[in-house]
Each structure stands twice: as C-alpha cells, then as structure tokens.
T-cell receptor
Framework: AQKITQTQPGMFVQEKEAVTLDCTYD???????LFWYKQPSSGEMIFLIY??????QNATEGRYSLNFQKARKSANLVISASQLGDSAMYFC??????????FGTGTSLTVIP | DAGITQSPRHKVTETGTPVTLRCHQT?????MYWYRQDPGHGLRLIHY???????DKGEVSDGYSVSRSKTEDFLLTLESATSSQTSVYFC??????????????FGEGSRLTVL
C-alpha cells in the first residue's frame, strides 16, 4: 500500500528564516513523482514543486527546494527567507503507477513577524 | 489557470437525500479525480477516471459513485447522503503530459453540509 506521512501538524517560523517541512513515503513502485502543494486560508490548492523518483538533482523553484533522500524515502520541502504570505497548509503528495495521487495529512505553517 | 469548474460551490442537504457534484474541465485532460478534505485527514482520494467511462475507486469510495460520459465532465454522486459525508470536495485534473510535470490542477472546491 502507498502511504504518505507528514508528522508535523503545525510549524512556526520567524519571518526571513528558513523552514523545513517533513514528508516521508512508502512505496514499492520504482517510478513515482513527489509534489508539494500550498493551501492558503482562501482554500485554493497551489502547486509548488515536483521531484521525479529518477531525478538526480534536488528540485528547486525560487524560494522552494525539495530535499529528496530516496534511500530514506523522504521528500522534505525547504522554504527559504520565509514571508508572511507563506502562512498556509502545505501538503506532500505522490503520484503512483496509473497516475493516482495520494496526499499526506498536511502541515500548518505560521510565519511570525 | 487550468479551466476547472465545480458546481455547486456550496450545498446544504439533509441526511438520506441524493447529491451530485459536477466537475467540468476545458483542458481536455485525460485524468480526473475527486477528493474530500477533512481536518486532520488531508485530501483523500474518492474516485478517479482515466478516460471516458473508465473509472476506479480510491481510498474512501464507500457511499460514493462517479460517472464520466464525456471527457470534460466528471460527476460525483452521493446516493444517500450521511452526516459523515459533510466535507469539502475537490475535483482535480491531470494530463499524461499536463503541465511540465503532470501535476494535478484543482478546482475551487465544493463545500457540502449534510444535516
């Protein structure tokens, strides 16, 4: 069975500091994709970053980077230079064979001024 | 933004009544999904579709059925709504080469309250 785990229900970070949101996964599929989404209080789901299971380099998108450790089955999101607008729910997701997507339970991030 | 619309956006109904949520896309993407979002559970996959008339169950499919008669429309039906189905429902789409990475694009969500 495929499983995504986010162990941090809530996180706080000081503005302008970096923060790491944890995500671990469990799968026997050799090919999969890892995604992070942001959900602000307004409710929309915003795609942030993607990492393929065969990608050798860690993905980066602006202030977002993905710390991909395949052997540990972890795909942590790093947000650098946090901004007040980063306060939101963050979801880790995996795409499995058959284009099925499964999500973790999310981490609520609060940026403190 | 991906062209996905959900209707209705808000609905209040009573236990035992049937409810249908509609998802309409203008992107011609092959894959469509229905998720429900509940506090502490994240997004859970209800059903998904990989083509017209091709659907399969997700992790929380009991009490729900789906239909896809056209590429652009994916319907989620609660045959007899229960209070446990009070939730926010999201439709999502993905193409086999959709976006750069094949990521999911989401609708705005439909808030369903079952009294």
């Amino acid at each position: 069975a495929q499983k995504i785990t986010q162990t941090q229900p809530g996180m706080f970070v000081q503005e302008k500091e970096a923060v790491t949101l944890d995500c671990t996964y469990d799968t026997s599929d050799p090919s999969y994709g890892l995604f992070w989404y942001k959900q602000p209080s307004s409710g929309e789901m915003i795609f942030l970053i993607y990492q393929g299971s065969y990608d050798q380099q860690n993905a980066t998108e602006g202030r977002y980077s993905l710390n991909f450790q395949k052997a540990r089955k972890s795909a942590n999101l790093v947000i650098s230079a946090s901004q007040l607008g980063d306060s939101a729910m963050y979801f880790c997701a995996m795409r499995f064979t058959g284009n099925q997507f499964y999500f973790g339970t999310g981490t609520s991030l609060t940026v403190i001024p | 933004d991906a062209g996905i619309t959900q209707s209705p956006r808000h609905k209040v109904t009573e236990t035992g009544t049937p409810v249908t949520l509609r998802c309409h896309q203008t992107e011609n993407h092959r894959y469509m999904y229905w998720y429900r979002q509940d506090p502490g559970h994240g997004l859970r996959l209800i059903h998904y579709s990989y083509g017209v008339k091709d659907t399969d169950k997700g992790e929380v499919s009991d009490g729900y059925s789906v239909s896809r008669s056209k590429t652009e429309d994916f319907l989620l039906t609660l045959e007899s709504a229960t209070s446990s189905q009070t939730s926010v429902y999201f439709c999502a789409i993905s193409g086999t080469s959709g976006g750069v990475t094949g990521e999911l694009f989401f609708g705005e969500g439909s808030r369903l309250t079952v009294l």
